[in-house]
Nanobody
Framework: VQLQASGGGLVQAGGSLRLSCAASGRTSSDYTMGWFRQAPEKEREFVAAIRGVGGGTYYADSVKGRFTISRDNAKSTVYLQMYSLKPVDTAVYYC????????????????????WGQGTQVTVSS
């Protein structure tokens, strides 16, 4: 599966952005799609994930209530709507795909996602 992430940019603190991740190739409606981010000199961290079947969502505590992940299976696209952005949200954001269902306890583990997009930069100024 090929993933194309887009929608990043420069925004002031308190602003919003919507990231998109379009999947192509051997896609399936039964998948788990995750968003991860990596700031300079920091490890990659989980942000949010969604199941293709059922639409169950999962969030990191740091973004809960500010970010919303959603999907459009007809377009094979997953979105990450980000509100109330903070400078600490500055990072390269990556979308990642797992065909099928990752069990709830492992959905935040990047090792279970086999396909990754190229990343999109989000910069939040203070």
């Amino acid at each position: 599966v090929q993933l194309q992430a887009s929608g990043g940019g420069l925004v002031q603190a308190g602003g919003s952005l919507r990231l998109s991740c379009a999947a192509s190739g051997r896609t399936s409606s039964d998948y788990t799609m995750g968003w991860f981010r990596q700031a300079p000199e920091k490890e990659r961290e989980f942000v949010a994930a969604i199941r293709g079947v059922g639409g169950g969502t999962y969030y990191a505590d740091s973004v809960k209530g500010r970010f919303t992940i959603s999907r459009d299976n007809a377009k094979s696209t997953v979105y990450l709507q980000m509100y109330s952005l903070k400078p600490v949200d500055t990072a390269v954001y990556y979308c990642a795909w797992h065909e099928g269902r990752i069990i709830t306890g492992l959905v935040r583990d990047s090792n279970y996602y086999g396909d990754w997009g190229q990343g999109t930069q989000v910069t939040v100024s203070s």
